[in-house]
């Protein structure tokens, strides 16, 4: 009985759970934008890409083909956001892979219908917007016009209410574009990332792959 039991529990780490319904809300599988920051639907996207190229030979139960994706993709994520400013403080990782099995959940949930409508709306509200993992998450503002909300204006921008241990501040060059970033909806802001600090991203990159060792899985 238990090993009919274990082969029920099991699937084919490259059947995903709940693809169809899951695709048809939030899009195919995609890597991230090079030049841009995530949203949360980039993150989903590629969390679908990433549970697609798990190893199909290992077998993994459903909530560890959401674990190792979320893994996989939190890296990336963080890169992403150290090729912006390697600076620039972020959230520790595991508390990002939670945050992105947290999403996954939600999403699949929704899909299935078992969310009340205001969760729902609450989604679609979300979902195109900038999935924030900075550390600090004190507004940011124009300084020229406090009001403005323009994702275009071209002014610089300061933090006014930020007091945040200066290291963990986000550096100063780089508020304009956290800015537009987080006032962005959908994928592409005006501003792209532009100064690249090459040598660390490749560091960064390789630490990515170092980490993709296959999984035995537990049970
Ligand atoms: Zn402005
Ligand atoms: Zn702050």
């Known amino acids: 009985l238990i090993n009919i039991m274990n082969s029920i529990k099991r699937v084919r780490s490259n059947s995903c759970?709940?693809?169809?319904?899951v695709k048809?809300?939030?899009?195919?599988?995609?890597?991230?934008?090079?030049?841009?920051l995530p949203t949360l639907r980039n993150v989903l996207q590629l969390m679908l890409l990433e549970m697609e190229s798990l190893d199909t030979?290992?077998?993994?139960?459903l909530k560890e083909i959401v674990y190792e994706a979320a893994k996989k993709s939190s890296c990336?994520?963080?890169?992403?956001?150290?090729?912006v400013n390697i600076n620039i403080q972020?959230?520790?990782?595991?508390?990002i892979v939670q945050r992105i099995e947290k999403e996954w959940k939600r999403v699949t949930q929704t899909v299935w219908g078992r969310v009340k409508s205001s969760q729902k709306n609450k989604l679609y509200?979300?979902?195109?917007?900038?999935f924030d993992i900075l550390r600090c998450k004190h507004i940011i503002i124009c300084k020229e016009d406090?009001?403005?909300?323009?994702?275009?204006?071209?002014?610089?921008a300061i933090s006014p209410t930020c007091n945040c241990p200066s290291n963990l501040k986000i550096p100063k060059i780089e508020?304009?574009?956290?800015?537009?970033?987080?006032?962005?909806?959908?994928?592409?802001?005006v501003y792209q990332i532009h100064c690249i600090d090459k040598k660390e991203y490749t560091r960064l990159a390789k630490q990515c792959k170092r980490k993709e060792k296959p999984l035995i899985s537990k049970n």
């Open 24 to 36: 048809e809300f939030i899009g195919l599988g995609a890597d991230l934008l090079p030049s841009e």
């Open 175 to 189: 508020l304009k574009f956290i800015k537009a970033q987080r006032l962005k909806i959908g994928m592409k802001s």
């Open 57 to 61: 030979n290992l077998q993994y139960v």
């Open 76 to 83: 990336k994520i963080v890169a992403q956001y150290k090729k």
């Open 146 to 156: 406090p009001t403005c909300s323009d994702p275009k204006c071209s002014h610089s």
């Open 17 to 21: 759970p709940g693809s169809k319904k």
């Open 90 to 95: 972020i959230q520790p990782n595991h508390y």
């Open 125 to 130: 509200n979300e979902i195109d917007v900038l």
